[in-house]
């Protein structure tokens, strides 16, 4: 039985954050001085091995219960933690061969890699013989910590970017094509903004490339179910000012990622100093460096999903033993084997892992004939991402930052970055294979060859941009470059309006391009998209009944801002939401929820893949998905159908006020109030800058947005600011688990320090690591 809640409970299993500790391996000693904050600053006299030893040893402080489960999580264990819940990812985690695969690249890295790994492992491990109280998590699960092993930080990084990008486009559209046939199914993607905003060149705009019926016809033909079909018929915001541009007259790099909340946070803020490098940034618990958001003192980078294409499809056929796929020079064996995973209060459940040549089956059923096989850049060959941290944190500038980050492919990245000499840039940082533009759009055949990877885009081929004419470069998860180009990169990526927006306020005011002015560009509410809505509205005949025409004049009076304590964002929502609920019921694509396409975890919703398409369908005026009706009949509709709820509407920054969850909330509801922290009203949604999204079809509060928030004053590095949205503790007792959380609530930052004399005199707690 665990114990009973109580603070008290908490506090017994916070770990001792100063005095001495003996810290095995180390050759020789690191200090790690904490900040009023609780972020730890490492400090080690050695060489890099005793730095990321003690970063191993510092994160399993702090996140140890985090770095296990999303360990767990990675190699198809978390059912045992969490039960039945868990066990569909857990099942599709085994599939895709995330342990085999992780292992398979630790083999394969170069020996500094791989000191590096095995430094931070045997520092989780020493940490774990410490003698240090177990987080409260163990103790609620009668569960001990298993050690740790280089290989590890592999399946937890790789985990953390899991199929993020175009699979679900491709699935959805798979899904769709039946109900809405091939003349439709290509605008089933996201919304383009009426003109994509391109990254490279920066502010270059352009169409998007539409499908290609003809080039598409051999996929349509090929899943199951389509062969009558008439076949003629989804972020984060960065960007860097230079210096001619900037309020300081340095390099500004500044923005958030947006992710799903997780408790505790993908990030932890920290900083690690040793004879080789010293660096401040965001860390990720479980694996060693900076991967994503730091500088070294000279060059500081970020990132942002480029939403570049590193998934393909392939419909499989099988003969009648299903142990066989048909290939373009005959049939070919498939890999078959067993598995199963252990499930918390359930049965163990058994299941088949079915491989082709182009990877396992993710959907359908091989016996049936057909099933569709995932190639991944992230599981189907060799990747020295690995190899990259180590360089990085060393570069003394731009382009050697773009250069250390040569094979980095576990996912694709926008890395902007700036130097203390002055520069800007921006690379795409990616592995993408070379295949036909027509892989983008739906799974393709697997019999053929024709859609089969032919090599990889060279890195010096990827889009780049170093210090444009403009001095400004922004990404949003918004399109790479014009389609026009020799390789194919992209088919699905989110709408330009973040883009936009954060490019208009750079360009509009000089006070915007400094440290204070990235706070406030954090902080835009303004949606482009809800303009559009405000537009078609106004032209809209005022409805009969009284309650639309006063909603509708409601919104007519508003400003477009989903600001925290207005009522208006919240009736705008109410009738996006009725609008999107029109399109679903008169497409017929809501039948399709929990079909098998679908059904791959975590799962594809027709609203939410509808909620994004609305807005290029109404601007464009089109009606194919409304089954003969217009757009100022489906609004008006909408309009009568969310007059009733946006007629009593609290502000919308309590009807978006984030539930912040732990993950062993659900199963033990008596700790709940204890381990979830509490959130604040929040302003902003999908398309703002602000970026704190819902689920179209869920209610409205936020279950993304920016895990944090960041501002690099290049070469004035104690004029940079950071913030994470709940704090920088994973342990719920901690002084530290949500502190952080009403200045994120706030959208403003705290001091990012680096000075090493300005960390020692303000520190709160220091601990000695020695050598044992």
């Known amino acids: 039985m665990p ?5 008290e409970a908490l506090r017994a299993a916070l770990p001792t954050l100063d005095g001495r500790l003996s810290l095995p391996g180390l050759a020789a000693p690191v200090t790690v001085m904490r900040d009023r904050w609780g972020i730890p600053h490492i400090r080690a006299a050695g060489d890099m091995r005793d730095g990321f030893r003690a970063q191993g040893f510092v994160h399993a402080q702090d996140r140890l219960f985090q770095m296990e489960l999303n360990r767990r999580r990675a190699l198809g264990r978390a059912a045992e933690w969490l039960g039945a819940a868990a066990a569909e990812g857990d099942i599709l985690a085994r599939r895709l061969g995330v342990e085999a695969a992780s292992r398979r690249d630790f083999a394969a890295l170069g020996p500094q890699a791989r000191m590096m790994l095995d430094a931070y492992a045997a520092g989780v491990n020493a940490f774990l013989d410490s003698g240090a109280p177990l987080a409260v998590e163990y103790t609620l699960l009668a569960a001990e910590p298993e ?8 399946a937890v990084m790789r985990r953390l970017g899991l199929l993020m990008g175009s699979v679900w486009f491709k699935l959805w559209r798979a899904a769709a094509l039946p109900l809405v046939g091939a003349a439709v199914v290509g605008k089933l993607r996201y919304d383009d903004g009426g003109q994509d905003l391109l990254l490279v060149p920066p502010g270059a705009e352009a169409k998007r490339l539409a499908a290609d019926l003809e080039a598409l016809r051999p996929a349509i033909l090929a899943l199951p179910g389509t062969e009558e079909v008439d076949a003629t018929g989804g972020g984060s915001n960065n960007w860097a000012v230079a210096p001619a541009q900037s309020a300081t007259g340095r390099p500004v790099v500044a923005g958030d990622p947006h992710r799903v909340f997780e408790i505790p946070n993908m990030y932890a803020q920290g900083h690690l100093a040793c004879a080789d490098f010293d660096v401040v940034g965001l860390t990720v618990p479980g694996v060693p460096g900076f991967p994503h958001f730091a500088h070294n003192g000279r060059v500081a980078y970020c990132v942002t999903h480029a939403f570049v294409d590193i998934h393909d499809l392939y419909v499989e056929r099988f003969d009648a033993t299903a142990e066989n796929t048909q290939g373009p020079d005959g049939w070919r064996p498939v890999t078959r084997r067993q598995d199963s995973i252990a499930i918390r209060g359930a049965a163990p459940r058994g299941f088949e892992v079915v491989e082709t040549i182009h990877g396992p089956i993710i959907a359908g059923d091989p016996a049936s004939g057909t099933a569709l096989a995932l190639r991944s850049v992230q599981f189907a060959e060799t990747d020295l991402s690995f190899d990259c941290l180590p360089r990085m944190l060393v570069a003394p500038d731009v382009e050697a930052l773009f250069e250390a980050t040569r094979g980095w492919g576990l996912i694709d990245h926008n890395l902007v970055a700036g130097d203390t000499a002055g520069h800007i840039g921006h690379q795409i940082r990616a592995m993408v294979p070379r295949r036909p533009r027509s892989n983008g759009w739906l799974p393709v055949p697997g019999w053929t060859g024709a859609h089969d990877w032919q090599g990889w885009i060279g890195h010096e081929e990827m889009p780049r941009v170093m210090d444009p004419v403009g001095g400004l470069i922004v990404t949003a998860n918004n399109r790479v470059t014009a389609d026009d180009g020799p390789d194919y990169l992209c088919t699905d990526c989110h709408p330009p309006y973040r883009a936009q927006r954060v490019l208009a306020r750079l360009r509009g005011a000089a006070e915007a391009r400094g440290v204070e002015g990235a706070a406030s560009i954090h902080a835009d ?52 939401r009725a609008l999107t609920a029109i399109l679903v019921e008169r497409s017929g ?146 002084p530290h688990y949500a502190d952080q959380h009403p200045v994120w609530a706030g959208t403003a930052m705290v001091p990012m320090l680096y000075g090493w004399e300005g960390i020692s005199a303000g520190a709160c707690w220091v601990q000695e690591l020695a050598p044992a």
């Open 3 to 7: 114990p009973s809640p109580g603070p």
């Open 589 to 734: 694509l809501g039948a399709l929820a929990g079909t098998p396409l679908l059904a791959v975890p975590p799962g594809v919703p027709p609203a939410n893949q509808l909620w994004w398409t609305l807005p290029t369908l109404l601007r464009d005026d089109d009606t194919c998905l409304l089954a003969g009706a217009t757009w100022a009949e489906a609004m008006t509709e909408a309009l009568l159908r969310a007059a009733p709820e946006a007629a009593s509407l609290r502000p919308w920054g309590e009807l978006h006020r984030p539930k912040l969850s732990h993950p062993l909330s659900a199963l033990f509801p008596d700790w709940a109030g204890l381990l979830d922290p509490v959130a604040l009203p929040i302003g902003g949604d999908m398309d703002t800058v602000l970026a704190t999204g819902f689920m179209a079809a869920t209610p409205n509060a936020a279950s993304y947005g920016a895990l944090a928030r960041y501002a690099f004053d290049v070469g004035d590095w104690e004029n940079s600011r950071w913030s994470v949205f709940h704090g920088t503790s994973g342990h719920p007792g901690s």
């Open 525 to 576: 509410t303004l949606s482009l998209n809800a303009l559009l809505f405000r537009d078609r509205l106004a032209a809209l005949p005022a409805p009969a009944d009284p309650a639309a025409e006063a909603l509708r004049q409601r919104l007519l009076d508003w400003d477009a801002r989903m600001e925290a304590g207005a009522s208006a964002p919240g009736a705008y929502v109410a009738f996006r």
């Open 147 to 154: 050690p740790w092993e280089g290989w590890h930080c592999i």
